[in-house]
């Protein structure tokens, strides 16, 4: 990253963070085969990992053969769970990866959180992620509300969850809440956008992981493989969506929004422009991230009530 170009988009305490997650990628060397690339993804997450808050319980679980973390917060939650779908491009990820932020949602929004270890690609290619993500939710759902929640990847899974029950004549969560989601069957359509080449991740990435996931022909009129093909999104979840505005997904968030907005369905978007693709990781490195963290617990609180 050179700091007299791209970065200077960037909000001033995030440059320290993409620099340092930088160093820790050169630093992990040549990928090569997957288990290394998700074993790197791994530590990258443990490098900026925050200590779980006190009083939250976990807990193992499953729905069927789908793993499950439950994330109980101190006292007495609120009526409805959250259903947490991690990033990681359908390749990468686990419970692990993104434990300290399920931690801390549940301790902040106060709600009990449930972390899915959906199956990953290319050993289980779409509608693998997405069939556990119902399965679980299936589970959770049988005796309480739920808001499902989700970063990259995983924002995918949850706005392709609402569609999927929408199909299915099954009742829609509480609320969707979206970390910048990757939704577009076709993340090249930003190309030549200052966005498009962001530090982290860019559109080719991105185009990557959604080949990776989809396998060929690519899958992309499929509105439950890409929540932006579907030509009608009314009836779905509340949304509250946040954005990176230096990242390649930060069309799809904005889009989204708006044609959600436009089929009747309430909308919260944010999107701080100083903010990259990941900055969950860097919650705890930015005042500006850990403000739009801040606004996101707050929306899965009012949804969770």
């Known amino acids: 990253m050179d700091d007299s170009g791209l970065a200077r988009w960037l909000d001033p305490e995030l440059r320290a963070f993409v620099r340092e997650t930088e160093r820790l990628a050169a630093a992990a060397g040549a990928l090569g085969d ?4 998700r074993a790197n993804y791994l530590r990258l997450w ?3 990992r925050a200590p779980r808050p006190a009083g939250v319980a976990v807990a193992a679980a499953e729905a069927g053969s789908v793993k499950l973390r439950h994330y109980r917060p101190p006292g007495t939650a609120r ?3 959250a259903l947490f779908l991690h990033g990681g491009g359908f390749v990468l990820g686990d419970l692990d990866s993104h434990d300290d932020v399920c931690a801390e949602l549940a301790a902040r929004a106060g ?3 449930v972390a899915v270890d959906y ?5 289980h290619r779409y509608p693998a992620a997405l069939d556990d993500a119902e399965a679980a939710y299936r589970q959770v759902a049988a005796d309480r509300p739920v808001v499902v929640v989700g970063d990259s990847a995983g924002g995918n899974l949850a706005a392709a969850l609402c ?4 199909r299915l004549g099954r009742p829609q969560p509480r609320g969707q809440v979206l970390f910048y989601p990757l939704l577009a069957a076709d993340p090249l359509r930003v190309a030549g956008s200052r966005a498009a080449d962001a530090p982290l991740l860019t559109a080719a990435e991105c185009a990557g992981f959604m080949q990776i996931y989809g396998g060929r022909p690519l899958p992309a009129a499929d509105p439950e493989f890409a929540p932006l093909s579907a030509a009608d999104l009314s009836g779905l ?3 509250a969506l946040f954005a990176a505005g230096f990242d390649p997904l930060s069309r799809d968030a904005e889009d989204y929004a708006a044609l959600l907005h436009a089929a009747g369905v309430p909308v919260r978007y944010r ?4 903010l990259v693709h990941g900055w969950l990781r860097g919650r705890h490195r930015s005042r500006l991230a850990a403000e739009a963290f801040t606004a996101a617990i707050e929306a899965v609180a009012a949804f969770a009530t």
Do not use: K, W
């Open 46 to 48: 443990d490098a900026f």
């Open 111 to 113: 709600v009990e959180v």
């Open 79 to 81: 009526a409805a769970a």
């Open 271 to 274: 999107a701080d422009p100083g």
């Open 163 to 166: 569609l999927r029950l929408r």
């Open 34 to 37: 997957r288990d290394a690339a």
């Open 119 to 123: 199956r990953l690609a290319p050993e």
């Open 237 to 239: 979840a509340p949304a």
